[in-house]
């Protein structure tokens, strides 16, 4: 039919990728050839078309496909040991034994078993913490009471003993090249450069060791009483009961000067009392003892410093009044 259109011949090659030898010894290249279309504008497509049914693949051949799972393998098991590594899981055990000690958590217990128990539940009797035994109070300490040391005992039955320097709260110790004891208001010191003096032996300052850093506001203008003795040397008057008991228990020997005026003062028990700060004591007044020989008595001064006591909240003392001529 002379109207029918003529159909394009094509050629395909041998879709046989194996390489034959011909009769003359040489190699066939049998390589599959693209399609193509004798008349190019015919309205096929090319071998580079859109069509993915007609594009060119690209084998992988063993040996690259065995490099590639190698290498992903590799990376795999280089994640794994970092993962192990950041856990603790590699480390070696000398790292781990240097390594500080790390506490539980705040939300459980660790118990010997490796099991935890939770804030709040009652521990193992086996993991309770045995009852802390109360630290006994200077003085109460288990044993036999300090005695007064041998050198010390004609000084202290002929200053006052246990009425005025109390009970002894130490042994005898050795502080800077001196032999020293502690009682509950005072401290005995020996000073070997005195030996053979009447100050071979003495009191030490524990007023002035106990208010150190305080200031007491001293008299400016004062002419002396029968019942009230002004000192120049500190600026500071004792009168009352107070002058009575420093009069009546060794006076400069045994409490020195006074570095205050009488003033309240809270003690560490709670409560104010009127008392008045000496070199080497503290004098309190006690009314509830009104009447008594324990009226007037010396403050614990040697506990206090001995056991680091919190320093008691003063009053600040107002001088006492100027008295007319």
């Known amino acids: 039919m002379s109207g029918s259109k003529q159909r394009p011949d094509y050629r395909v090659g041998n879709r046989n990728p194996i390489t034959r030898t011909g009769g003359n010894g040489r190699s066939i290249d049998d390589t599959p050839l693209p399609l193509e279309s004798d008349s190019p504008g015919d309205g096929s497509e090319s071998p580079t078309g859109a069509n993915p049914a007609r594009r060119t693949r690209l084998p992988i051949s063993g040996p690259l496909l065995g490099w590639v799972l190698a290498l992903v393998g590799a990376l795999g098991l280089l994640a794994l040991m970092v993962v192990l590594w950041a856990t603790g899981g590699l480390r070696p055990a000398q790292q781990e034994a240097a390594a500080p000690a790390r506490g539980p958590l705040l939300s459980t217990v660790p118990t010997e078993e490796g099991s935890q128990v939770l804030l709040g539940e009652a521990l193992p009797a086996d993991l309770q913490a045995a009852p802390t035994a109360e630290i006994p109070a200077v003085g109460e300490a288990p044993g036999p009471p300090p005695a007064?040391?041998?050198?010390?005992?004609?000084?202290?039955?002929?200053?006052?003993?246990?009425?005025?320097?109390?009970?002894?709260?130490?042994?005898?110790?050795?502080?800077?090249?001196?032999?020293?004891?502690?009682?509950?208001?005072?401290?005995?010191?020996?000073?070997?450069?005195?030996?053979?003096?009447?100050?071979?032996?003495?009191?030490?300052?524990?007023?002035?060791?106990?208010?150190?850093?305080?200031?007491?506001?001293?008299?400016?203008?004062?002419?002396?009483?029968?019942?009230?003795?002004?000192?120049?040397?500190?600026?500071?008057?004792?009168?009352?009961?107070?002058?009575?008991?420093?009069?009546?228990?060794?006076?400069?020997?045994?409490?020195?000067?006074?570095?205050?005026?009488?003033?309240?003062?809270?003690?560490p028990d709670g409560n104010a009392y009127r008392v008045q700060y000496f070199e080497r004591a503290r004098m309190e007044l006690h009314p509830e003892a009104a009447g008594t020989p324990y009226e007037v008595q010396a403050g614990l001064l040697g506990t206090a410093l001995y056991q680091n006591e919190r320093r008691p909240d003063t009053i600040q003392p107002v001088p006492t009044a100027v008295p007319l001529p």
């Open 148 to 267: 007064v040391a041998p050198g010390f005992q004609a000084y202290y039955d002929t200053h006052g003993g246990l009425r005025v320097l109390g009970r002894p709260i130490s042994a005898l110790m050795t502080v800077s090249g001196r032999e020293i004891q502690w009682f509950e208001r005072a401290r005995i010191e020996r000073w070997p450069e005195f030996a053979g003096t009447s100050y071979e032996i003495q009191l030490a300052r524990l007023g002035v060791e106990y208010t150190s850093g305080r200031q007491f506001a001293p008299q400016q203008f004062f002419a002396s009483q029968p019942d009230l003795r002004f000192f120049a040397e500190t600026g500071h008057a004792v009168g009352g009961a107070f002058l009575a008991f420093w009069t009546q228990n060794g006076g400069l020997d045994v409490f020195g000067l006074p570095i205050s005026e009488a003033f309240d003062e809270v003690l």
